[in-house]
């Protein structure tokens, strides 16, 4: 099912990754600069994610001895300390994922490199290094963005689809991992409640919220894949829906044949074996159409 197929370290079937994007409530701030401040709501929902869902999810990963991945807007970082230093101290990995989760994809190239230098700058202040992995707001990473994280020093990005396992992404700068994710793994729109940036969906129910998730993780585990949740503490990590997820991965955990990491892990060991020629990862460019594909009349 998979063309290209990896070996994953000690014999498991497949790699996985719960990523969170901590996006907290950047997002209302981005969506209504004008009067974001005022709407108590929606900032309280999004404050949700450090006081009280990365706490919830640090304590169950401590319990199972899992690291894994989170994703922080530089202004979030800015304004919860305290959540910084909580995932580091569990020996997770913090990623790059913008300064108040502007889309890249509305900006200049100007405005684009000013604003991922600057969240780049809160990284390296608040962690002491440069964060190994970026994942664009909203998915829209743009060619500009795939060639400054490859000047700065970054290894892997993680908003594009392309594929079922790691591949390559050649830029103007080099290349780096792409690590796919997918929208049958985002919680975004069964959980996602937000009319104040567009977005008002019935709630799902949080095990059936969760299934697509799991069936998606299902087929990875079957074909030998890289399976990457792509989720957020203010929607994941309430109570009921992290009960789920806690069950969920006891019995994933149970099973002995899979290997859950953080992304800048599996980019490493897909960069090894690439390096051995025990596995050739697909290619893709970062620009594949240099200009606008317009119909003609």
Not at 24 to 48: F, K, Q, T, V
Not at 244 to 269: C, K, M, N, T
């Amino acid at each position: 099912m998979i063309l290209n197929p990896i070996k994953w370290p000690n014999g498991a079937r497949c790699a996985c990754a719960i990523t969170f994007d901590v996006d907290a409530d950047s997002l209302i701030h981005i969506a209504r600069p004008e009067d974001g401040h005022r709407r108590l709501y929606p900032i309280s929902m999004g404050r949700y994610g450090p006081n009280s869902g990365v706490p919830r999810i640090l304590d169950t990963y401590r319990r199972l001895g899992l690291k894994q991945s989170f994703f922080m807007p530089g202004w979030v970082m800015e304004q919860y300390p305290e959540t910084v230093e909580a995932i580091l101290a569990g020996g997770h990995e913090i990623g790059h994922h913008g300064y108040l989760h502007e889309d890249p994809a509305e900006q200049s190239a100007e405005e684009q490199t000013y604003w991922f230098e600057r969240a780049l700058a809160v990284h390296r202040q608040m962690t002491g290094s440069t964060p190994r992995g970026y994942r664009a707001p909203v998915y829209n990473v743009t060619p500009e963005v795939l060639s400054l994280a490859v000047k700065h020093g970054l290894t892997y990005e993680s908003s594009m689809m392309a594929d079922d396992l790691p591949y390559r992404i050649d830029t103007a700068a080099g290349s780096l991992y792409e690590l796919p994710v997918h929208w049958g793994s985002d919680d975004w729109p069964p959980f996602a409640h937000f009319d104040e940036i567009g977005y008002k969906m019935p709630v799902m129910s949080p095990r059936r919220g969760l299934e697509a998730s799991f069936e998606e993780f299902e087929a990875q585990y079957e074909a030998g894949g890289l399976w990457i949740g792509i989720w957020h503490p203010f929607l994941t990590g309430r109570l009921a829906r992290w009960r789920v997820v806690e069950q969920w991965l006891e019995e994933v955990l149970s099973r002995g044949d899979v290997w859950f990491a953080p992304l800048e892990e599996i980019a490493a060991y897909a960069a090894s074996q690439e390096a051995e020629g025990a596995w050739q990862p697909h290619r893709e460019p970062a620009a594949p159409y240099m200009h606008p594909v317009l119909m003609e009349k």
